[in-house]
């Protein structure tokens, strides 16, 4: 059984940084992609960063390109999304998610983590 299971959010200043991890088990870096979400109050779920597995490709979302950093350590099976410049829009509850067959941007990930809070103050 898969699981993923995020930690490293909290509440942090703006233009502050923070380290999100997701650390996978089960059938773990099987996956044909990996990335992370993000939902704010009120607003949908947004895709915000993912890597396709298979050559490390990855893309990011328009307004996170440049500060964000999707990155992975295959010893640990753990992902991580390093944020840089944050901003209070960037405040919201961040996912991780995986799929084991599809591109996670184009299609609704199969696994999903708990979630985690990232909160930046102005």
């Known amino acids: 059984q898969v699981q993923l299971v995020e930690s490293g959010g909290g509440l942090v200043q703006a233009g502050d940084s923070l380290r999100l991890s997701c650390a996978a088990s089960g059938r773990a870096f099987s996956f044909a992609s990996m990335g992370w979400f993000r939902q704010a109050p009120g607003k949908e779920r947004e895709f915000v960063g993912g890597?396709?597995?298979?050559?490390?490709?990855?893309s990011y979302a328009d307004p996170v390109k440049g500060r964000f950093t999707i990155s992975r350590d295959n010893t640990k099976n753990t992902m991580y999304l390093q944020m840089n410049s944050l901003k209070p829009e960037d405040t919201a509850v961040y996912y991780c998610a995986a799929d084991s067959n599809f591109w996670i941007k184009l299609a609704p990930p199969r696994y999903w983590g708990q979630g985690t809070q990232v909160t930046v103050s102005s």
């Open positions: 890597v396709i597995m298979s050559g490390g490709i990855t």
